[in-house]
């Protein structure tokens, strides 16, 4: 949507109405987000969903909002007050700032960061501290086993996340994701990277704690998990955080191995939305098809495979790359 | 950007005071965690963004949250924060500060007579950060990567429960 014109969006009002917009876009997406999931898990499972409100249950959302905003906003005695309050603002914090870097469209990015993608990186190493703090601050061993089986997961997902992305690092030369789209005109990184594509979709999901990975708010066994304590619109924050991080991811995903904006006929805009849609509702599939893994499965799953895999694919990269130059 | 650098810098300093007065251990890691974040801030406003990344992603991303990790696997409580306190008397602060003083006024004198070094220089790409890396300065890598290798190989052999299984019958 080149509407704003390179002149218009690289002045102080068009980067305004860039962030302003795309920020209301993200915050109106994750109530969508909620009754998609909802309707496609519904729909996979054999059952209605929400239908009742609004056409096709569309107004459910809302419904909900108004729901977790009337709720009393409960900070248990016992827990540490100032972070109990920080923790669930930091997951939403760190999703925002990590879309900054996101090229939507040749025109529409926040800030083209010549290390954008170490930026991503960065930020979603940050997202950590919100689950292992509200964890802790929560005062219940069943919210600090979540926090603590959070800490120990995505810290071990991060190291081959940033691994499995240097394959793309080094086709494309650059860290500025802009670039990396540019270089994906002659064939997308999928095909090249394909194993790359799978350990940084693996991690993703580790990292956005869904299922199968959603060890630290296992209901079965740690009653909630890190947000069992928490009520209200600092529950609500959690739940922004985690959608937030599946359009991320989603996101990344696209312009790190689907060519980003990319595409014919369609303008560039359309073409990024359809693709992340696409990997929106896989992770919503993932949800309705697998079974939670077991914790040691997990986490040696993360050392033994995936960090041995993550670094041959960047050694063959390299012997490829150095063989054909 | 000079506003960004001293801000950032401030920042900085008070956190990491705040780290060393604190008596309960995550408060400090947390204060700990501004403090990097500040530095990183501080590596911006100097135009190196590899470096300020870098130090957000491992730093501030890696090693901090297994601080933390670790400090919520302990989970000492209150009873904690009561013996930091007993611990963390006037009579402690002599000899640290002392110290320190006499290294920030090295600082402020090393500063004062060349301050051509704090001048903004040039960004650096990651491109320029890279080669110099694996150019110039490739030994260095090799022997910090050994070292690292090094690492990795006691936490191994220390971590490892078949050989923790064949001490246990045999004492």
Redesign the interface.
């Known amino acids: 949507m080149n509407v704003a014109g390179p002149s218009f969006a690289e002045t102080f009002v068009g980067q305004l109405v860039i962030v302003t917009s795309i920020l209301m876009l993200l915050l109106n997406l994750v109530p969508l987000l909620i009754w998609l999931e909802r309707r496609l898990l519904a729909l996979w499972q054999d059952r209605y969903g929400p239908n009742r409100v609004g056409p096709f249950g569309l107004l459910q959302p809302i419904a909900d909002m108004i729901k977790i905003f009337m709720k009393e906003d409960w900070i248990p005695p016992f827990a540490?007050k100032v972070?109990f309050v920080v923790a669930p603002v930091v997951v939403v914090f760190t999703g925002l700032m990590a879309f900054a870097v996101v090229p939507f469209t040749p025109g529409i990015v926040i800030a083209n960061?010549?290390?954008g993608l170490?930026?991503f990186?960065?930020m979603s190493?940050?997202g950590?501290?919100s689950v292992?703090?509200a964890?802790?601050a929560s005062n219940n061993k069943y919210s600090?086993l979540g926090?603590?089986r959070a800490?120990?997961q995505?810290?071990g997902y991060?190291?081959f996340m940033?691994l499995s992305l240097m394959g793309v690092v080094m086709l494309a030369g650059s860290?500025n994701l802009r670039e990396i789209v540019e270089a994906q005109r002659g064939m997308w990184f999928c095909i090249p990277q394909f194993p790359g594509l799978i350990m940084f979709l693996i991690a993703g999901v580790a990292e956005t704690h869904r299922v199968p990975f959603d060890l630290p708010e296992a209901e079965s066994e740690l009653v909630a998990g890190f947000h069992a304590e928490y009520s209200g619109m600092k529950f609500g924050m959690f739940f922004l955080g985690e959608y937030l991080g599946i359009t991320l991811i989603s996101a990344i995903t696209v312009t790190l191995f689907f060519g980003g904006w990319l595409g014919p006929w369609l303008p560039p805009v359309v073409w990024f939305a359809l693709k992340t849609g696409v990997f929106v509702c896989g992770f919503i599939l993932l949800r309705a098809a697998l079974p939670r893994m077991r914790y040691d499965q997990l986490i040696g799953f993360a050392w033994k495979t995936m960090l041995p895999l993550s670094l041959l694919n960047v050694l063959i990269t390299g012997a490829v790359m150095l063989a054909t130059k | 950007m000079t506003a960004v650098f001293y801000v950032a810098s401030l920042i900085a300093i008070v956190a990491t005071g705040m780290v060393i007065t604190r008596f309960?251990a995550?408060?400090s890691l947390?204060y700990l965690?501004v403090s990097l974040m500040a530095v990183a801030l501080v590596f911006v406003a100097l135009g190196a963004?590899?470096a300020a990344?870098?130090e957000?992603?491992i730093y501030?991303?890696?090693i901090m949250?297994?601080f933390?990790?670790v400090v919520?696997?302990l989970?000492q409580g209150p009873e904690s924060t009561r013996q930091e306190r007993l611990w963390l008397t006037g009579r402690m602060w002599v000899g640290p500060g002392l110290l320190a003083l006499i290294l920030s006024a090295e600082l402020i004198y090393a500063l004062g007579s060349n301050s051509a070094h704090l001048s903004k220089g040039a960004v650096a790409?990651?491109k320029d950060v890279s080669l110099s890396l694996f150019g110039p300065y490739f030994l260095v890598v090799e022997l910090a990567s050994i070292l690292l290798l090094a690492g990795i190989i006691g936490a191994f052999c220390l971590g490892r429960r078949e050989y923790l299984g064949k001490e246990a019958p045999k004492s």
């Open positions: 540490d972070v960061l010549n290390v170490l930026f990186l960065a190493s940050m950590v501290y292992a703090l964890g802790w600090l926090g603590l800490s120990a995505m810290l991060e190291v940033g860290f | 309960n995550v408060h947390l965690i963004y590899l990344v870098l957000i992603i501030a991303g890696a949250v297994l933390i990790f919520m696997m989970n790409e990651p």
